[in-house]
């Protein structure tokens, strides 16, 4: 099956400084990835979703100029949080989408938890 | 609006059968996933459903009834290991999921 790599798995970070968090589609191209944030106990939150060579669309409520996407190719997405504050540690995940928008199973990365002290 | 409905938590007991219930309300419809996922880690994904009727893979099985806007995942011959949040997403005419909260399933011995 199609695998999804996320690195770091874990980060533990300051206030205030930046963390990226990379999103690896190992043995396919995902023309779509997807970014999640998951908060304790509580469903997964679609943050954004990523095209590969064009800007991402953001969902309502997800700022994005905190929260920097690129998808600077076929494999591989990133997610920069910017000036980290607390109420930003979160478990994050990302999922890849396989071929196009008929294509409809998501593979999901194994997530990267974030602290911010 | 758009909406997933399942039960928060259910118990069971290892061996037994239990059924988890979903049932939603998309701006249009591509298809009833669920997923597993076991505490800090992500979800992985069991079944997809877009015609109606039941699918079967081993221990797990998963119905939709698309006239009814219901899907349910049916987990038999339960073991310890199958201690989860089960999550049900539905996905709407744009391609994007829509997530239920998740039914956290307890397996007593």
């Known amino acids: 099956g199609a695998v999804v790599s996320q690195h770091p798995s874990r980060v533990i970070c300051k206030s205030g400084t930046s963390v990226k968090i990379e999103c690896r589609s190992l043995?396919?191209?995902?023309?779509?990835m997807f970014w999640y944030r998951q908060f304790p106990k509580k469903s997964l939150m679609l943050m954004a979703t990523?095209?590969?060579?064009?800007?991402?669309?953001?969902e309502q409520g997800v700022e994005k100029d905190k929260f920097l996407i690129n998808h600077a190719s076929l494999t591989l997405s990133t997610l920069t949080v910017t000036s980290a504050h607390p109420e930003d540690s979160s478990f994050y995940i990302c999922s890849a989408r396989v071929g196009g928008e008929d294509h409809n199973e998501q593979f999901f990365g194994p997530g990267t938890r974030l602290t911010v002290l | 609006g758009q909406n997933i409905d399942q039960p928060t938590e259910m118990t069971a007991t290892e061996g037994a059968i239990v059924q988890i219930n979903c049932t939603y309300q998309t701006s249009g419809f591509n298809g009833l996933f669920w997923y597993q996922q076991h505490a800090g880690e992500a979800p992985t994904f069991l079944s997809y459903?877009?015609l109606d009727g039941l699918e079967e893979k081993g221990r797990f099985s998963s119905f939709l009834s698309r006239s009814k806007g219901y899907s349910y995942l049916l987990l038999k011959e339960l073991q310890m290991k199958d201690s989860a949040s089960y999550l049900c997403a539905a996905m709407d005419s744009n391609y994007q999921l829509i997530w239920g909260a998740g039914t956290k399933l307890i397996i007593k011995p």
């Open positions: 459903n877009v």
């Open positions: 990523s095209n590969e060579g064009s800007k991402a669309t953001y």
């Open positions: 043995d396919f191209q995902a023309t779509t």
